[in-house]
């Protein structure tokens, strides 16, 4: 795609979005609705025309953060937004002003939001989180977290919207220990239920539970990673939902030359030439996002062709082989992550993790702000946003 940018920009793809949620609609269990999770401004793709694109198929969203839940709010979207993790009490003006679920599952902090929605004269939506494997936040799976629970949802301004837990394992082949999880996130919605609690929404599902654990989708379930066109791990199958990669990150050659023998390649000179090659300056470097730990060790696509990168991963740049791509120039495309149309040659963000010893899910959230992020749609860029616009309101007078 031609853009008005030339040194690195993300093309975010709004057809691919929209592929994965149907294809992942096609495979809810009956009665289950999905939760669109972007959280960390959509794993990096941006949160606001993500939640947008995907708005018809989902009942609300999920973000980490009140200050991702409040940008959602101040672009118009309307519906409910849970923050996943535990939220200090000192925002929770903000949270009770912008309408913003919180998971909750301490009554001392329950009893704050209580009072603070009773001063705004509003009432604080909460799930009840539940720790059933992940250790991380949530109730423990007992008789005296239920009662716990049931104080908490006898507060008055408190409203209980829903109840969840968050597998550590469901993107294993075997789900042994998701099932588990799921058992125990059961017992502990008897025993809330013993107690006289209805609570309308009930999820556990991640985005590996919704492609492969359908008998336990319940009445909602959260889709993260596979919006964005990545299955969670390596041992996903890729059937019956066929997901489309989101996010492709391309960059255009700055210079090209030729190095000798004994001529060494970037920081530490830890690639040194035995012949004449030719060399390429890409300019893109880990401050963008791009992980120094592909150093030497990841391919770009130039010409449909793969490059491999010579020497360290810079801040700003780095180099790539190209002796075997003579018609390679300044001003080519380069593909990061991607797929080139003429070749069919493709490096997918896994790939990328894999070869730098990273994550994918990290690598996208990793493209940093340096980057625009360009949305295309039916063939047509829809719309740009450059992070590096900061604009600071305090330091006005600092010399
Ligand atoms: C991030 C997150 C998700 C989404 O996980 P994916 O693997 O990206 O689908 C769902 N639930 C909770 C609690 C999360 O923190």
Known sequence: MKT???????????????????????NMAEGAEMA?????????????????????????????????????????????????????????????????????????RAKLLSQEARRQGKTAGIHFAVDTGMSRIGFSVTEEAAKEAKKIAELDSIRVDGMFTHFARAD?????????????????????????ILI?????????????????????ARAGISIYGMYPSDEMKHEPVHLTPVMELHSEIS?????????????????????????????????????????????VLIRGKRARILGRVCMDQFMVDVTQIPEAEEGDEVILVGKDKTSGECISMEELAERSGGFHYELCCDVGKRVP?????????????DYFDDRYSDFLTLE
């Open 4 to 26: 008005n940018y030339n040194r690195v920009w993300a093309e975010i793809d709004l057809d691919a979005v929209r592929s994965n949620m149907e294809q992942m609609k096609q």
């Open 36 to 108: 669109g999770v972007v959280k960390a401004d959509g794993y990096g793709h941006g949160a606001v025309p993500i939640a947008k694109t995907i708005a018809p198929y989902v009942c609300m969203y999920a973000v980490a953060t009140v200050e991702e839940g409040m940008i959602l709010r101040r672009h118009g979207i309307e519906k409910p937004i849970l923050i996943l993790g535990v939220v200090h009490e000192n925002q929770y003006a903000k949270v009770v002003s912008y309408d913003l679920d919180i998971a909750m599952f301490e009554l001392r």
């Open 172 to 196: 294993e082949e075997n789900k042994d220990a998701a099932k588990k999880q799921y058992e125990k996130f059961l017992q502990f919605c008897d025993m809330v239920r013993a107690q006289g």
């Open 200 to 220: 309308p929404l009930l999820h556990c599902s991640n985005s590996a539970a919704i492609l492969e654990l359908q008998h336990i989708h319940m009445n909602m």
């Open 255 to 299: 210079y090209v030359k030729m190095i000798g023998p004994g001529d060494s390649v970037s920081y530490g000179g830890t690639f040194t030439a035995t012949e004449p090659m030719r060399v390429a300056t890409i300019p893109v470097g880990y401050a963008d996002g791009y992980p120094r730990g592909a150093s030497g060790k990841a391919d």
């Open 373 to 385: 992020r360009v949305y295309v749609q039916g063939g047509k860029i829809v719309g740009t946003k």
